[in-house]
Each structure stands twice: as C-alpha cells, then as structure tokens.
C-alpha cells in the first residue's frame, strides 16, 4: 500500500479527497430526552456558509439560558465517508470552557460535554453525557 | 458564582469526595471486546505521580502501533443516567499526521473509548469519529 500514515487499520484507507463531510442528519431542532436536565435542555443545529452552527439554550435557576451560537467541526463515521455523523465544537464563558463530543446514535444525538472551570471557584470538572431527538418545534 | 447551566451550581463540585473525582476505577489494562477490531487493540490507564496517562495500542498491517502516550484529565461525573456516577477522563493523542480526541469511560463495567479523528496531512482522509468497547486484563 502507499506510505498514507495510520494509526489504526482503519485509516489505512486512499480516498478521492473529501473536501467537504454533509452535516444534513446533524441538522435541525434538538431537545433534550430528559425534560429534568439540569444542563442542556435545546440545540439548533444549522449550516451557515458550509460551517455547521450550534446554538444552545441550557436551564438556569430563572429559565432558559442562551449560550449563543458556536462553529462547531464535522466528522464522519469513518475516513472514506462524506456523511456528517458527528460533531465537536468550544463555548468559552471566560470563567469556564464547555467542550462538545456528538454523536448520532439510532436516531439520537448523544452529546458528551465536559466542563472546566478556569476561575477560582475551586469547583471540580466534569463529565455529563446526555440524548437528544429531533423535533419539529421550533425554537 | 459564574454559571451557565443549573449543573455549574451541583454542590457536590465543591466537595471532592462527593464529585467522585478518583479515577482509579479507570485503571489498568483494558483489550478490545472485539478481537477482530481493525481500530484500537488495548489501552492502558496508569498512574504517575500526579499524573494519569493512557497508553493505546493500535491495530496495524504489521503489527501493533504504539501511540504516544497521553496525559488524562479526570472529570467528575455528577449525573448520568440510570443514577451511573463514575468519572470520564480526556486525552488528546497527536500523532503528527492525525490528533485523535477521545474521552474515556465505564459504562457498566465496560471501558469506552469515543475517539474524534481529525487528519492533518493532506491524504484527503475525513475526520472521523469511533466508539470501541473493552473489557479490563485480569
């Protein structure tokens, strides 16, 4: 084979360049399956200049929160796929750093996020994983 | 105190004996369940000093391929489903060509590696996403 890098068989692979990976399944309306969260309650996913936008509303002690809007990176499921699957994306508050690992998952998306605090509240990092199913609503 | 969701305010991240943050559940040496797997054959999580390092062995055509071992960031893990508490941790691989973002876990007893595959040299490879499971080496 040719002298393409791997680390795993699975990237042992020669594709026509992928230029671009189709975020479709990624995009549109998404709530949380469980209406007691205490972090993400929606995200809206959409393409905006063949960038992949995240916005996010989370719950707060007073009602929703809007964190905004964030780029966030595509992947696919797997290195010869032009197929979105996937996605990562940073909201950085100042005082603390969300990271976003997605993954659609029978039909819904798992979000992992992992919270560092870069004040000195003392407060630990940490780890939620939750799902999310597509929805018509809007909001 | 700063906040942006109702979890940034869980009491327990401020007591670390309630944010669960010990890793030493992650410990050891953990193989693939899938012996035919064409990704990740082993991973080993270790203690050193202050630190926690994991160490991956990948599946090649020749043989295996040591990835460069990467520090770990535990993480609490404050509310999973089915009332599940134990801690994940980050690493970030760079393998030159390739950064592999991953984040590590137990799920009912089983190691869960999800590994996020960014390519950066120019074999117009996507970047791509993995989840591989793994029992732990007695």
Not at chain 2, 64 to 91: D, F, S, Y
Request: with cysteine; charged share 20%.
């Amino acid at each position: 084979m040719s002298k393409t890098q791997y680390a795993q068989l699975s990237d042992h692979i020669e594709v026509d360049p992928i230029t671009h990976i189709d975020p479709k399944s990624l995009l549109g309306h998404w709530i949380n399956s469980n209406p007691y969260t205490n972090s993400i309650a929606r995200i809206n996913i959409t393409e905006a200049n063949g960038k992949l936008q995240l916005q996010v509303f989370a719950v707060g002690p007073d009602g929703p929160i809007d964190w905004g809007t964030a780029t966030a990176d595509v992947f696919s499921s797997n290195p010869a796929s032009s197929t979105g699957a996937g996605f990562t994306c940073i909201y950085d508050f100042g005082f603390a750093e969300a990271r976003f690992q997605a993954m659609i998952m029978k039909g819904l998306l798992v979000l992992a996020q992992f919270h560092t605090f870069k004040d000195d509240s003392n407060r630990a990092n940490y780890f939620l994983r939750e799902y999310y199913s597509m929805t018509q609503e809007h909001f | 105190m700063n906040f942006k969701q109702n979890s940034h305010l869980h009491p327990d991240l401020l007591n670390p004996a309630a944010a669960n943050l010990n890793p030493d559940k992650l410990l050891g040496r953990w193989i693939n369940t899938n012996w035919e797997t064409r990704g990740i054959a082993e991973c080993t999580v270790a203690r050193e000093g202050d630190d926690i390092n994991v160490s991956i062995i990948g599946v090649g055509e020749d043989g295996p391929i040591h990835w460069p071992t990467a520090r770990a960031t535990p993480l609490a893990n404050l509310e999973e489903e089915a009332g599940q508490r134990t801690p994940a941790m980050t690493a970030t691989f760079d393998l030159g060509f390739m950064r592999a973002d991953t984040h590590l876990r137990i799920n009912k007893g089983v190691f869960v590696i999800v590994l996020f595959a960014t390519f950066l040299d120019d074999s117009g490879r996507a970047n791509y996403l993995n989840r591989e499971f793994f029992y732990r080496q007695a």
